[in-house]
Each structure stands twice: as structure tokens, then as C-alpha cells.
């Protein structure tokens, strides 16, 4: 297993080569790495007889991999195949004088690679640590860890993030000096984000049962 660092710059490969909406395009890993860092889902597209299957899924990565996982009895997690994986930040919606102009603030990064099937037993734990404290970071030395046999029921793919494309797209909408700006129609952008809630506690545990530190401070922070 390769575990060279990557380059700062997104290699420009024929997969990865944005044909439209180009601007838009970043080539700096760092990019990449803040966009996949901000999200903990992802969606992973897979061929599964003949058909493309995308599903969503949660994620972690290191420098050099993006991990999933789920049960063995999982199509997509077949492994051993290309995939491609995708994590979108949803930041506002772009309303233009025109409909044709309106649009999304984003971020948005596109993975491209071969899935695979992670069978050392140190790289896997590691990289289901990683995946947790990705999604919840202080859990998963809070919570009881995978044993033995949920071990041997879970697949973990890794996906090298050698090949990655990145769009980000900011600001107005395009058409504030076009013909359409005369129309004098309000136009701008509608901002969405994320928002943690306060922790809401298992009503089988019993009332006294403390709301552990790293998920309290976590409510009312933004997610994205
Ligand atoms: C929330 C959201 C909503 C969008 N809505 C629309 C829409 O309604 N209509 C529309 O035309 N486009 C939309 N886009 C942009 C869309 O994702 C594509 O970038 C664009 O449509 C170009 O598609 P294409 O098939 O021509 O890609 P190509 O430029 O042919 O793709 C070539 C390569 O570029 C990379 N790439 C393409 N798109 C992205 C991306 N978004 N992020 C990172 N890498 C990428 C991939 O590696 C891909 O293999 C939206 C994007 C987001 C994030």
C-alpha cells in the first residue's frame, strides 16, 4: 500500500478535467481536504450488474484515503471496482433576474478510484476510528469499540483521494449586468446552513445520565 504524501495540486487527469462550468474548478488539495473535512456523507456510485447504484453513506479519511463502511452484505460495498464518490455543501440559492440564471452556492468535490477492501486488521480499526471520529469527533473514545465479530461483519473500502476534482461556486447571481438587470426584479442569493441541535438523551437511560462534554458543546454550532 502506497502511502506516499499527495501532491498540493489535483492532478488533471481525463477524468477529473472539468468541461463545463470551469471557473468554478479548484486544483488545490487543500480545497479538497476543507470540503471533505466540512461534510461527514457522502455519496458512493458503484456499477452493481451493469447498473449504476449511488448511495449515501458516511466517511473518513486520512491524507491519502477516504474510508467507508457498512455490512458484508452490501452491494456497494462489493470493492475491487472503480467508484466514484461525491460530497456536496449546499451554501445558498442563487436567484437571478432570469430563471435560467439561477443557480447554487456551493462546494462540492467529485473522488475517482478503486475501491479497496481494507483486510488489515490495524488499518481497519484505524480507519473506522477515523470514520467515527469524522462524523462525532470524541466518540470513539467514549463509546465501546467494535468487537471481534462486528468487526467480521463490517467491510471497510478505501478509496484513494490521488484523483479528486473540486468545484466551488460563491457570490451573486451572473446577470446583474446583463440586459436583465433593467427588468428592475430583486435578485441575490438566498444563504442556507446547517445547524447541531442540543442533544436529545435516550429516554430508556436513566435522568441523571450526563450529556458527555464533546456532544453538549456541539449544539447550536454550524455543520458544513
Ligand atoms: C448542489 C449543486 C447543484 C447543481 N445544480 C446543477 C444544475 O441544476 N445544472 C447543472 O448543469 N449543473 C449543476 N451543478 C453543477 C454540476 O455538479 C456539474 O458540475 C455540471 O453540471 C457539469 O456537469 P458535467 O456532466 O458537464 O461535468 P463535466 O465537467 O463533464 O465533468 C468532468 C469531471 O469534472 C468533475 N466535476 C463535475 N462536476 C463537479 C462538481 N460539481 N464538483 C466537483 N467535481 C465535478 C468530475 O471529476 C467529472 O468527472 C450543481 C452542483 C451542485 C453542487
New binding site residues.
Partial sequence: MDASPLPADLPLTE???????RE??SLRRADLEAILDAGFVCHLGVVVDGRPLVVPTVYGRDERWLYVHGSVASRSLAGGAPVCV?V?H?DGLVLARSVFEH??N?R???V?GDARPVTDPEEKLEGLRRLTEHAAPGQWAYARRPNRKELAATTLLAVSLEHA???IRTGAPDDGDGPDAALGLWAGVLPLTSVWGAPVTDPALPRDTPVPAHLARRGGTRQG
Fill in positions: 477524468l477529473t478535467r472539468h468541461r463545463r462550468l468554478q474548478g461525491t456536496t449546499v443557480g447554487v456551493y462540492s468535490a467529485v475517482h476534482s473540486v468545484k
